[in-house]
């Protein structure tokens, strides 16, 4: 799996998220403020009709939802040549 991390990271970072590195897995968290986003869930609502991809509210996994609303996390677990 060499190859994917690059692929997905800078998709995520050239698209305007600040992408926090992966040392290995399928998933990737991504802070929505510097594309002037505050609420995670809000944001993964309308991420399906907007892009046609969606993505996980970070709150969710949080015991105090406001310390993860900005952050979002993204799964890459297709083939690189779907991604």
């Known amino acids: 799996m060499p190859e994917r991390p690059p692929i997905r990271t ?3 970072a050239d698209a305007g998220f600040e992408v926090f590195r992966t040392a290995g897995t399928y998933f990737i968290t991504a802070d929505l403020r510097p594309l002037g ?3 995670g869930f809000a944001f993964c609502r309308a991420l399906p009709e907007r892009a046609w991809v969606v993505a996980i509210p970070n709150a969710v996994f949080y015991d ?3 310390a993860g609303a900005s952050f979002v996390r993204f799964a890459f677990c297709k083939r ?4």
């Open 64 to 66: 105090h939802r406001e």
């Open 10 to 12: 800078s998709g995520l």
């Open 37 to 39: 986003e505050t609420d």
């Open 80 to 83: 690189v040549e779907v991604l």
